[in-house]
């Protein structure tokens, strides 16, 4: 057994413990961990494996980013500061409906790169159109995914052939039912397939059930946008005669396995139906102060932590987002409910952390895997250099304040996945980096051109 001990870093193990060890190791045999420790004795134990250097590293599991639909990277900076309704209606879904095939996989792959060069080592997709385009890019560059297909069949802001409201509900959950045979487990067990709800308002009663059905018949997730503002709130309950978490309750998709982004127009209530019915949440602060969603002004983030709710973060979309940098993220939702609540012990950067990685691995039903660095998971792991200005002076006193409140993603030295070195000091080592900036400006010329949807700028640009 040779394997490879990665040593002399600061390990952020995220074990129950919540260990750090300064001056540890981690051994990785071929895709998962077999040790943690001290890196005197992990390398007296294995004396015969490879060797990584992390002096003055820390060394961290890999960040999960919990909701992003990685397509849509072609369309950033088409729709930004752009009333919520309108940038849906005439932008975000005609671009996404007219989008074909390749433009997808590029632009998810697009996505996928962003992510990993700041330290991303799993997201979950809750869909967009070619679904197929966007696995085969998370099977090429490496990536781990909980990827689920787009499902609604009820009109919501853009009709669209694509859109799915065309077709009945059973012709969906079949047609998402076969996705999942192709696709589920493959690379390894580096990809599931989840059942998606695109939004409670364009979700057949039909097709919920179905979706519900399926999720249990092959003990997977559900991922949906729920509660995501008061407007959509209004919305469901114009259409159903219930806001959408009672909604869902009344139907029975309400449970463990129901994965719901946003949640940001909550009621006290709802904070307490979701908590009992122990479903989980994804937490996007960057695609709500960009949209002013008000998942932080006015949405319960804080309660549904203290309820015992498990939240993840996550950046939801490069459009949406603007940036894919989860060390970025979480140093707003460790930041951003402190100004409201006027209290700066709410959240904080040792939670925020815990969101990007453990948490989010329970959200996906995937911590027996992943989130923590611990003997028998995957070896998920990443590399952060501390060596610049923004660590100093006390780069070694509080490790994880320094990264979310400090640093970035541009940190990230090396990003494992599997076992298998994605990037290894910067440079992405599954695909050529120059090919893709080029084929990226290339699919959204022709995407956007497709579409129809104008290049405006705010400014005059000479």
Request: hydrophobic share 45%.
């Amino acid at each position: 057994m040779n394997g490879t001990v990665i040593a002399n870093g600061t390990v952020i193990t995220m074990d129950p413990e919540r260990r750090i060890i300064r001056d540890g190791a981690v051994m990785v045999q071929e895709a998962r961990i077999i040790d943690v420790g001290k890196s005197a004795d992990v390398r007296a134990k294995y004396p015969h494996a490879n060797f990584v250097d992390a002096a003055g590293m820390l060394i961290i599991p890999g960040l999960i980013d919990g909701h992003n639909h990685p397509a849509h990277y072609l369309s950033k900076g088409l729709l930004d500061d752009m009333e919520v309704k309108r940038r849906w209606s005439t932008r975000l879904y005609p671009f996404e409906a007219g989008m074909i095939g390749e433009e997808a996989y590029w632009g998810s792959l697009g996505s996928f790169a962003e992510m990993i060069k700041s330290g991303t080592t799993c997201v979950a997709d809750p869909g967009s159109f070619h679904t197929a385009a966007t696995l085969e890019a998370a099977r090429n560059i490496g990536i781990r995914a909980a990827v689920a297909p787009s499902m609604r069949d009820i009109e919501d802001y853009a009709p669209s052939s694509r859109s799915g409201t065309n077709r009945t509900a059973a012709a969906i959950a079949d047609e998402a039912e076969a996705l999942f045979k192709e696709w589920n487990g493959a690379e390894d067990g580096r990809i599931r397939i989840w059942f998606g709800l695109r939004q409670a308002a364009s979700a057949s009663d039909e097709l919920c059930q179905r979706v519900v059905a399926l999720a249990e018949k092959y003990d997977t997730g559900i991922h949906t946008h729920l509660a995501i503002s008061k407007a959509d709130n209004a919305n469901v309950e114009q259409r159903w005669g219930a806001r959408g978490v009672e909604r869902f309750r009344r139907l029975g998709v309400l449970g463990p396995r129901l994965y719901a982004a946003h949640m940001g127009a909550l009621n006290e209530d709802e904070v307490e139906t979701i908590a009992k019915a122990d479903v989980k949440v994804a937490h996007c602060p960057s695609a709500s102060m960009l949209g002013g969603f008000g998942c932080i002004s006015h949405g319960k983030i804080p309660e549904l932590i203290a309820a015992g709710v498990t939240v993840s973060l996550g950046t939801d979309a490069g459009a949406i987002s603007r940036f894919l940098d989860m060390i970025r993220i979480m140093y707003l939702a460790a930041c951003a409910h402190k100004d409201v609540r006027l209290d700066p012990e709410v959240m904080g950067a040792h939670k925020a952390f815990e969101m990007a990685t453990i948490d989010g691995a329970r959200a996906l039903l995937w911590d027996d895997t992943i989130g923590s660095i611990e003997a028998g998971k995957s070896a998920d792991i990443v590399l952060v250099r501390t060596d610049s200005l923004e660590w100093l002076p006390r780069k070694g006193h509080n490790p994880v304040a320094n990264l979310v409140y400090s640093a970035s993603g541009a940190a990230v030295d090396t990003v494992i996945i599997g076992g298998r070195v994605v990037m290894r000091n910067r440079v992405l080592t599954t695909i050529d980096e120059e090919e893709l900036k080029a084929n990226v400006i290339a699919k959204a010329r022709t995407a956007r051109e497709r579409s129809g949807i104008p290049e405006e700028s705010r400014w005059p640009v000479h």
